[in-house]
């Protein structure tokens, strides 16, 4: 654990040789965002809006399913699409980001404000994951900068590559969420079926580092495991507040160094530090 930022990660965003993967509390930065945050946030908005069981009422992934089955699919895209209706509003933290020269983001929640940052750029695109409830057979949908679709063999041509493993809400509003969406993707994720070709060749030797993320379900450590395979044997998590015993093993585990650091603190300190290196 450290309180400071490894010099390794400023070099290797700067390199390219370092992964940003965003978790849905960067929205939380530069006083908060119009979307939900947070699994929580965005179970009580569509819960409040369709009633489910009160067992279920604060597990996003039943309370979906349980729309799903009784109200349909298209009741519950309906209440994700109104739930991220708000324009994306690109923090601090996106924009930084979509000025580094990075092979690839992986943005694990469903607004679309990272893609917002990267706007003004035609040189990257898109990979999102798709529910096979509504694309059967399928894993991922490519997209162009433009939101157009693309294939798989565009993502060569492409400076970055975001990939949004859930989905989002734009330009397509795909959303992996409800629990039979993660059964179909969960059955297949250890052999690496579900993850895109393109991530897995730009993940090769690089090091992750994850950014407004949590790891105390077991969805959220197996997605952060299976993205990040065959990387490299060394990443970071910022994490201020204090892990559970669950998150503790899987840092140690995947060797990932936690730095206790508020997120506001670490985006302000990563800023400055690029900004001294090009005014030196």
């Known amino acids: 654990m450290t309180a400071t930022i490894p010099t390794e990660i400023q070099a290797g965003l700067a390199g390219g040789q370092v992964i940003p993967y ?9 006083g908060g965002s119009a979307v939900p945050s947070a699994p929580e946030t965005l179970v009580e908005l569509i819960t409040a809006k369709v009633t489910v069981p009160h067992k279920i009422r ?30 994306p509003a690109p923090n601090g933290l ?17 607004d679309a404000s990272m893609a917002a940052a990267l706007a003004g750029r035609s040189d990257f695109g898109q990979v999102q994951g798709v529910s096979r409830a509504e694309h059967f057979g399928e894993w991922v949908h490519y997209f162009h900068a433009d939101g157009s679709p693309a294939a798989e063999a565009d993502a060569a041509n492409w400076n970055l590559l ?12 795909n959303f992996i969420l409800s629990d039979s969406d993660y059964v179909e993707v969960l059955t297949e994720i250890d052999i690496q079926t579900p993850i895109p070709e393109p991530v897995k060749q730009i993940r090769s030797g690089r090091h992750f580092l994850f950014l407004g993320c949590r790891f105390r379900t077991q969805l959220e450590r197996t ?5 990040m395979k065959r990387s490299s044997d060394l990443h970071w998590a910022v994490l201020p507040d204090e892990p559970t015993r669950n998150e503790e093993r899987f840092l140690a ?11 506001e603190d670490f985006v302000r300190r990563l800023a400055g530090a690029a900004a001294a290196r090009q005014a030196a």
């Open 94 to 110: 996106h924009r930084y980001l979509a000025g580094q020269p990075l092979p690839l983001v992986v943005d694990a929640w469903y």
């Open 253 to 263: 585990e995947q060797r990932i160094r936690r730095i206790d650091l508020p997120l």
């Open 58 to 87: 604060r597990n996003l992934t039943a309370a979906g399913q349980y729309i799903e089955n009784f109200k349909h699919r298209k009741t519950l895209v309906g209440l994700l699409k109104e739930a991220f209706a708000a324009a």
């Open 162 to 173: 975001l990939y949004k493993p859930l989905g989002g809400i734009a330009p397509a509003a």
């Open 22 to 30: 965003l978790g849905p509390g960067v929205l939380d930065l530069d």
């Open 223 to 227: 997605y952060a495991r299976q993205i």
